[in-house]
């Protein structure tokens, strides 16, 4: 009996000592808890007050060099090669010939508008006697003029001429051989030869939007290249496209290459320099912008009334260890966190000091 009445004093000295535990546990959790909010009430940087800076603001990008105009010249409709009047490397003038196709079918249709051609002339003069109707006058006078369209249409699709000047920097076929109009280039397009306008040239450069305002048509551009170093090219801008890509928020500048002495080639690697004047801007320095890891984002941090507010840039020209920094959610007056930045979350308590 004195074994089984010992059982429930040996459960609630467990208990007891289960509950203490478990209420220490808890305390210490709440009061690292506690400290932890304490860490984190007040965290203590420097800021500097933003203020608007004039600027001569120069952009710049990478790109690669194209032709001014490129095409792939292939005849209307398949058939046999005759001839083909030039190689690749080959320079041509607008209006020379590329290659002849078969004109077997040509001949036969001019054979044929030379007879419709008579029988016109014919109908003509027996029209003016009324000795024909003026109905199969009409008939004869359409048949004609189909064949004569038709004949024009084969004379301009089986020589084939070059659109303008340039370099023929492709051919795919040989004297002779058949062309189908499958795919014959490495695009997958069909040609029998492919002429580039390569005098001048062009470079298309996808700018960020916030530039659009200050883009204009005839803007000049300086552009250098890797192969030829410490030369100068010219360029202008020609077009400018009158949409923004809402995925990039950047928008396509054509810009036109004078290519001095054929030096550069479609292909190269090349920067473009814009230069858009003076501009007032906020400058900062390069250490308070931050990088959100594993992105291209960019952000600061401004003091808003004492707490840290996050704010995402782009980072446009640097100097030295100063950056201009593009937000529209910056102003002057801004007073933007400059150390201790690296510590912050948004919405943190900041301690201004000196």
Sequence with gaps: MKYFKAIPVILISVLLVTSCSSKKSNQTEKDSSTE???????IPVKVMILAKTKIARTIDYTATILPFEEVNVAPSSP??????????????????????M????????KVQL????????????????????????????????VTKTNVDFMEQNTLMQAPFSGVVTGKYFENGE????????????????????INPLKINLAV???????????????????????????????RIAPTINPVT??????????????????GMFARVFLDLGEVETFVAPASAVLTQEG??????????NGNARRIEVLPGKRFDDQLELISADIHEGSMLVVDGQSRLINGDKLDVVK
């Design 79 to 100: 058939g046999r090669i005759d001839k083909i009047y030039v190689e690749v490397g080959d320079r041509v003038n607008k209006g020379d010939n590329l290659f002849l």
């Design 36 to 42: 932890t909010a304490t860490e984190r009430s007040t």
């Design 295 to 304: 992105t291209n984002i960019r952000y600061v941090f401004i003091n808003d």
């Design 249 to 266: 928020r950047t928008f396509i500048t054509e810009i036109e290459l004078s290519n001095r002495n054929d030096m550069l080639k479609p």
């Design 114 to 145: 030379a007879s419709l051609e008579k029988d016109l002339s014919r109908l003509d003069t027996l029209l003016m006697t009324g000795s024909v109707k003026q109905q199969q006058y009409d008939q004869a006078k359409t048949q004609y003029e």
């Design 178 to 197: 058949m062309y189908s109009g499958a795919p014959s280039t490495a695009s997958g397009k069909s040609a029998v030869v492919t002429v580039m306008q």
């Design 102 to 109: 078969d004109r077997t079918q040509l001949y036969a249709q």
């Design 208 to 238: 960020t939007e916030q530039y659009y305002p200050l883009i204009k048509n005839g803007m000049r551009a300086k552009i250098t290249t890797d192969v030829y170093e410490g030369e100068e090219f010219t360029g202008r801008v020609f």
